[in-house]
């Protein structure tokens, strides 16, 4: 157990980024925060002012984690995605972008 966790504490980035692995299924349960305004196709939400949401269903996997990422690290910036994404762990936006990925 404990030489398990000292390889992954030494195992660099790469093995770091291979361990957090997206389960759509594990993301079922965490997608409720998301369809209110990204269940529905053309939907466009009225606060803080009218915008239209972007379909994430069917995106690719890799562009879903960078997005999620970048709103979370400040780098894009958008009033709710700020907030949402600041809640979300690595392996919350690996399971969400899993589900949404293959959602068609
Ligand atoms: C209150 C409405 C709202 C909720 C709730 C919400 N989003 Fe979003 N989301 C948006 C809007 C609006 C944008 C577009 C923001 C922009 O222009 O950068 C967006 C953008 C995104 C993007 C980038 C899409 C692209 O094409 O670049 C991703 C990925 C995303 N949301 C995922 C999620 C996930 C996953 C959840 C649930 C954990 C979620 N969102 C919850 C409104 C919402």
Redesign the pocket.
Known sequence: MSLAFLACAFGGTAVAADEIKGSAEAARE??S??I???GIPGYR?S?PEV??????AG?NQE??VV??KA?ASGE???P??DA??KS?SEQ??AD??AY?SNLK
């Open positions: 965490k997608v925060m998301c209110g305004c990204h939400a606060f915008y239209s949401v972007p379909m994430i995106q562009y879903l997005a999620l709103y894009r910036t958008h709710t995605m949402i994404s979300l919350d936006i969400l972008a949404y």
